[in-house]
């Protein structure tokens, strides 16, 4: 089956520092990647969605500038997370489709843990 | 923006039963997915599924637009289908919100 991985798994900085978050497909071709966000003990929260070569759309509310994804080709998306505060600290999760369309499954990577301190 | 219910909050099953989840949503949508999160946290895109019936395996769901309410049936429950199912929908152009999700537990 399709493979995605995170890397790293889980990361602690310091406030005011930047992280980069990797999202790769193994062993197919992402034309989509999707970044979510989860709350300790809490649902899910779709931050963005990215299509290889263009800019990311991203939802309501979440700050473009502070979250900056690249997808710059058709297995490898990352989330960086600019100037991070302790109020960041989450489990982010990416997803990838080999198409743009909902009706094709998302097979998802086994998260990022992010601690600020 | 769009209020997204689903219930039971907790299920707890003996290995073998069957389960159904609800996920209520106060607008007309675009977009209804599915997704089960296993206790380590590796999510699952179950269904896409804004209208209509689907189903896969001992999985099916059943999404009823008109009165604004999806279905997830869980059929012979075993105890890899613990975790938390989460349903989430968009209506529009508005953020995809999720609703807080059913812990399922299923006991052998």
């Known amino acids: 089956g399709a493979v995605v991985s995170q890397h790293p798994s889980w990361v602690i900085c310091k406030s005011g520092t930047s992280v980069k978050i990797e999202c790769r497909s193994l062993?197919?071709?992402?034309?989509?990647m999707f970044w979510y966000r989860q709350f300790p003990k809490q649902s899910l929260m779709l931050m963005a969605t990215?299509?290889?070569?263009?800019?990311?759309?991203?939802e309501q509310g979440v700050e473009k500038d502070k979250f900056l994804i690249n997808h710059a080709s058709l297995t490898l998306s990352t989330l960086t997370v600019t100037s991070a505060h302790p109020e960041d600290s989450s489990f982010y999760i990416c997803?990838?489709?080999?198409?743009?369309?909902?009706?094709?499954?998302?097979?998802f990577g086994p998260g990022t843990r992010l601690t600020v301190t | 923006g769009i209020q997204v219910e689903q219930s039971p909050p907790d299920l707890i099953l003996q290995e073998g039963a069957n389960s159904t989840l609800r996920c209520n949503f106060s607008?007309?949508?675009?977009?209804l997915q599915w997704f089960h999160q296993n206790p380590w946290g590796q999510l699952i895109n179950l269904f896409y599924?804004?209208?209509g019936t689907k189903q896969n395996g001992r999985l099916s769901a059943t999404t009823v637009a008109t009165e604004r309410y999806s279905l997830l049936y869980i059929s012979s429950s075993q105890t890899t289908d613990s975790g938390v199912y989460f349903c989430?929908?968009?209506?529009?152009?508005?953020?995809?919100?999720f609703g807080k999700g059913t812990k399922l537990s299923v006991i052998p």
């Open positions: 990215s299509n290889e070569g263009s800019k990311a759309t991203y």
């Open positions: 599924i804004p209208s």
């Open positions: 989430a929908v968009r209506s529009g152009s508005y953020q995809l919100t």
């Open positions: 607008d007309s949508v675009n977009n």
């Open positions: 997803s990838a489709s080999e198409s743009a369309s909902l009706v094709d499954e998302q097979y």
């Open positions: 062993d197919f071709q992402a034309t989509t």
